[in-house]
């Protein structure tokens, strides 16, 4: 539809978008319908973009600070008429800008407005930037004769701006991408920039060597590190402002023989307010997990290596259980998600706050619940396990391989084998897989023989499921993979398990007992959510040993 026609177009739009997001937001409508509606009201089209063959032309007629502003991009380009995707085609302020902007006429298209800001998101990334700020910085260090990786450390000026762009788009690039941690590592002849997507590392940048201290000194500044010290490891934390919500982000140093290497994981809040259903567990392994922690007392354990998703695991069953009449707090190092209606602890080793310090003072604040964020050693072993006998339900984490090795770790920390069966209530052991785009996934009838030989075990009476394979798409970037879906072993302990504690039973023993009880190891609970499309046999035999 040309500008000509628009004046037909509804522009009541803002009245009734409170009642629409309540509608969409408990359910009852989608997005997608919502769009259509609005689509089929005004007379116009409606596209889904993600399918759209969109015009990088079109694209780059219309700067990325308009479209994020008034909710557009242009998607095609013909003769003298842009095509616009709009979410509200009432704005006629929006279309006006864009004709200004592009000197053209624009037809009206609408969108579903998630599907359009991904696309906002995907064509106007900040790539293009980050190149020729490279080249820029390297230029105007060619030009200056100095490395300025080699001179002392010193706090960017405002004459340093191209560093602070620089780093600010290399931190907005990372939450866009839906990058869990940013990695800056120097090396002999430039700097190299990675982001984890779906757990896996993916090179983004290089830059010059001669900008790596001048953005480390940025990181740290921004981070509240000692930008003077570079022979020793630090920690720090910052908040970033992206697309109107606040994104922390945890800061860690590393002295390499090359420079500092600095990672920062992004630290997504949303994780505390995920509901019981988004842990995607099994049935039988939910039942068995909120039977643990409905309790009022006993200890849980979360297991898994580092990245795995413990935290947001606890967190989410944290989100479960705290009530106004209950008093939960944690002790953590460091706090990652801010909770309103608990007491957050943040550990303190140099002031003499540690796990264990700050564990004994909570015991004294009248806890119901206390979540510890790890546990690292025998005293926080010890007081964890007493206050589980005494009337509290504790949450915390521990870094084994399995559930059942989880009681052998206790054991092997000079824990009184009777305390920590009478103790420990449930084991949940985690890993990450990353799930199937659903757009792209390609199903396939699997070989039994092959499926055999990599450990997968199939009922003989059962058909061969249907099972899928990643493909490849604009919404997952190619990948065929977008998100991740967890891995879970769930093992209560039971009266026997509790006996092979007593008798220090291997873990071999446990995990035999337990599974004659009905517990799904890592690599079963896998081939579940492989059989339910979730993820692929790949990538369980990638993530569970």
Sequence with gaps: MPIESLDSVPNGWGEEEQSVRMLVEKGVLTEAQVASARAAQAGLPFVELIEYPVDRTAVSMVPAALCRRHEVIPIALAEDILTLAMVDPGNVFAVDDVRTATRMRVSVVVAEKSDLLAAIDRYHRADG????????????NETAGTDVALAGPQEPSQDDAP????????????????????HIEPAERELIVRYRIDGVMHEMQRAPRTITNGVISRLKIMSDIDIAERRKPQDGRMSVSHGGRKIDLRVATLPTVWGEKVVMR???????????ADLTMLDR??????????????????????????????????????????????VEDPVEYRMPGINQVQVNVKAGLTFASALRSILRSDPDVV?????????????????????????????????????????????????????????????????????CRVPYQPDPVELSAMRFVMDPTQQIPTLFHPGGCQYCSGTGYRGRVAIHEVMLVTEEIERHAVDRSSAAEIARTAREQGMLTLREDGWEKAKLGLTSVEEILRVVA
């Design 129 to 140: 930037e980050l190149d020729e700020l490279r080249s820029a910085l390297e230029e105007e």
């Design 163 to 182: 560093i602070v762009r620089f780093v600010n788009l290399l931190i907005s690039q990372a939450i866009q991408d839906r990058a869990s941690d940013i």
């Design 266 to 276: 992004i630290l997504d809040t949303s994780g505390a307010q995920r509901s019981l």
């Design 285 to 330: 392994n939910m039942s068995a997990y909120q039977s643990s922690f409905t309790k009022p007392y006993g200890m849980i354990l979360v297991t898994g290596p580092t990245g795995s998703g413990k935290s947001t695991t606890l967190y989410t069953t944290l989100h479960a259980v705290a009530k106004p009449e209950i008093n939960v707090i944690t």
């Design 371 to 439: 979540l510890i964020g790890e546990i690292r050693d025998q005293e926080t072993a010890q007081i964890a396990i007493e206050a589980a006998l005494t009337g509290h339900l504790v949450l915390s984490t521990l870094h084994t391989n399995d559930a059942p090795s989880a009681v052998t770790r206790l054991t092997e920390m000079d824990i009184e084998p009777f305390l920590v069966g009478s103790a420990l209530d449930a084991v949940v052991a985690q890993r990450l897989a990353r799930r199937l785009c659903d757009r």
